[in-house]
Structure formats: C-alpha cells, structure tokens
C-alpha cells in the first residue's frame, strides 16, 4: 500500500530527528526530576510539577526548533534529492502524498513531545517524589503548547516548499508562526480561544501548501 511505504520511508528518512530530539527530552525531563547528570547525583526537587517550574514554557521551546527543523527536512530533502517528481508521479494525488507526509511529521512531533512529558508526569505522580500531589489538570498548559506547535511544523513545511528567495518572502510563514506561537503559547487564559485561533491558523497554513502544491513548478 502506497500511504503505508511513504510512512515507512519518512520514518526512516527523519530517524536522525527524532533520535537526537528525543534524547534531547528525556536528558531534560532526567534533570527536571533531580538527576544531576554531570556529577551522577540525585537532587529532589523542590519545585511543583506543571504549576510552578517552567515546564510548559521551556519544553515547548525546544519542541518548537524540533517542529521547525522536521518540516524544512521533510520538504528541503526531497528537492535536494530531486524526489519530488517521483512523488507526484505516482497515481495519487499530490494533495493526498503531501497529507500522508504532513501527519507522519505531526506524529513524530508530537510523540516526541508527549511521551516523555508522561514519563515526567507519571514520576511526578509517584508520592514522595514532590512535595505536592499531582494535578493532572495542571498539565492542560503543557499540552496545549504542545498543540501550538503545529502552526511551526506547517509554517516550516509551507516555507520548504516555497521557491522564493531565502532573504526575501520565503521565511515569512515561519516568522508569522513564530509571532503567533508566542502570543498564543503563553498564557494560560482564554484556553478555549487559543485553541480555536491555533486550528484556524493550522488551516491557513494546510490551504497555503493547498495553493503551493497545485501552483508550484517542482521540475
């Protein structure tokens, strides 16, 4: 099956991705739970898990240069190899590759953002671990950044696709993801209309890879 080969090989082909950020994650939900590695000591910590350390703010962060750098490789490695044109001569549409392409790389981001954050909230919730009960509802800041970071994954996508210059327009999406990410990300109010405004912006974005995909020269 054609859908199941792409996901095979975007896998493979971000193996280096994901294997670096999500070292990168675990050795920082290692030090949020005290273990120092430099000297290989044990250091409880004293902060609250998702309430009062800076979790939901500096994860996302290095989640957003991993969003970030997934959607140029997904897109900047197929015109360097010159693939492109194998992809869309294949007897589906390009809309309908692209899609497969775009939910494999969300899937891969958002594992590699969730599944340590359990580690860390599972540990958090084991007692005498923190000095606090644990509060599931305090991860809700958490995974909400985790779903704002799509607006990076596809404004990142949108620009490696784009053939405009690098100094000139091609970046803008980024930037105007970036803008909103930060606008959006950080606060812990209005939670139901940020994420109204993330999945209205996420549709922008996915409508402009829409018009890049059936406008676009690839030869």
């Not at 975007?10 to 994650?25: A, N, S, V």
């Not at 969730?114 to 958090?124: F, G, R, S």
Request: some cysteine; hydrophobic content about 55%; overall charge neutral.
């Amino acid at each position: 099956m054609w859908s199941l080969a792409l996901i095979r090989k975007e896998f493979w082909q971000t193996l280096p991705i994901q294997i670096i950020g999500l070292g990168l994650m675990l050795l920082y939900v290692l030090s949020l739970c005290g273990f120092q590695m430099l000297n290989l000591n044990v250091a409880y910590p004293t902060d609250i898990p998702f309430f009062n350390d800076i979790t939901a703010f500096s994860i996302p962060i290095l989640g957003g240069f991993l969003a970030a750098i997934l959607g140029f490789w997904q897109t900047l490695s197929e015109s360097y190899r010159g693939t492109w044109l194998f992809l869309w001569h294949r007897p589906v549409t390009r809309m309908k590759v692209t899609t497969v392409k775009l939910l494999t790389g969300l899937g891969i981001l958002w594992g590699i953002l969730v599944l340590p954050m359990l580690v860390y909230a599972w540990w958090a919730s084991i007692p005498g671990n923190v000095p606090a009960p644990m509060l599931w509802e305090n991860t809700a800041m958490y995974w909400k950044s985790c779903f704002g970071l799509s607006m990076i994954y596809l404004s990142s996508f949108l620009c490696g696709l784009r053939q405009a210059r690098w100094y000139g327009s091609r970046l803008l999406p980024l930037l105007v993801a970036v803008f909103a990410a930060f606008m959006l990300l950080s606060t812990e109010y209005l939670s139901t209309a940020t994420l109204v405004l993330i999945v209205l912006i996420d549709c922008l974005f996915l409508a402009a890879i829409h018009y890049q995909l059936t406008h676009e020269d690839f030869s």
